[in-house]
């Protein structure tokens, strides 16, 4: 996490605090008061402020985001009105831990102030070198055990800087801090090995390695010379097939009952089968299977609302492709009935996805897409 840089005044009745953070959207923001602490997330920064008289979240207290210029102005009521809050120039004061300052407080001589170590190295076979059961739980069900972490803050006039140590990634490479931990919790999907460090380019360079490593040529061949239960497949004829056909025979005049034409005499079984599966084919009109129904419509409007301010619309485009081919490659291997590894068959076939790809062209979308279609799913078949 990054400390911002911040500045803290007051007057009679309140204490004014500008945080100065880069980059970050009125959205993410949240804000803690707790009596004398204030503590401010919005990622990557974190700050907590411990002020030397109580403050409170009362109606006067405001909080306002300068986009421009990366300033958050937080106004809080002090809960004493008239009291002065002193030192509020030391912003080191106002960043200590519990400990340093009950450090501070227990120092009264000139040779006590000399600061020891927070952390001190224990010889091995000293008495205090180990902790026993016992006091390892003291410790954790102490509530006065300082579990605040120290902070340093921001030093010169540009935090962009402090950023380039953390990549971006996500919708409009917006998010950072969020995998920080991904491998540690069993995640299968992600590839990337330091998703907060890795550059685009480095992690676009990863993908291509791990697609080469992957690929299988003997599992590949298998797949192509026994391929009785991938033809059924590369045969079906997908819900979504069958609506684009109903729809351009309704603009030719026929109607939805009109559509399912016979086939030939000479069609196979499996053929006549994977027409019938998952065949949207009915009397009703067209525009139920076109339009959103009144759940969908109730499930749209609890989404949160949000703006988006898109600085590169392409790459977002780009991995709707990305995603839109890895659910249909589910979507056909699984004859349209979804099952319990189709997440991550989804989330394996999209570099969006698994390696937090941002593409910059269609044709190395298209690539990619193939490239992961041919090393990762159950079945690896070109004309699948």
Known sequence: MITPRFTVRQDHANVFITIFAA?????????????????????????????????????????????????????????????????????????????????????????????????????????AASFTSEE?????????????????????????????????????????GILANAHDCGNDINAVPDPERMTADQRQANRVATEDAKFDESYYIDNYINDEDILPLIRHKTRFFKILRGLQKAKAGATMADLPATRLASSTHEERLADDIESPLSSEPIEAWTEFTDKEKAAMLDLPRKTHLVSDRQPIYLGLVDILFAYSLDHRINLGDATVESPWTIGAVSATLSNLEQFSALRSTIVACFRRALAYPLYRNWDL
């Open 23 to 127: 980059h970050i959207r009125a959205q993410a923001l949240e804000f803690d008061v707790d009596e004398y602490q204030f503590k401010f997330f919005a990622s990557p920064y974190y700050l907590r402020l411990t002020f030397p008289g109580k403050v409170a979240e009362e109606e006067s207290s405001t909080a306002s985001l300068d986009a421009s210029t990366g300033q958050i102005l937080v106004t809080l009521a002090k809960q004493t009105p008239g009291e002065s809050f002193e030192n509020l120039d030391l912003l080191s004061s106002l960043l200590a831990t519990k400990r340093q300052r009950d450090h501070r407080l227990s120092n009264t001589t000139a040779d006590d102030r000399k600061a020891r170590p927070l952390i001190e190295d224990i010889a091995e076979g000293s008495a």
């Open 136 to 176: 390892q739980l003291a410790i954790l069900q102490d509530e006065d055990f300082d579990w605040e972490i120290s902070q340093t803050p921001a030093a010169g006039d540009d935090d962009t800087s402090l950023l380039l140590a953390n990549a971006s990634y996500g919708f409009n490479s917006q998010y950072m």
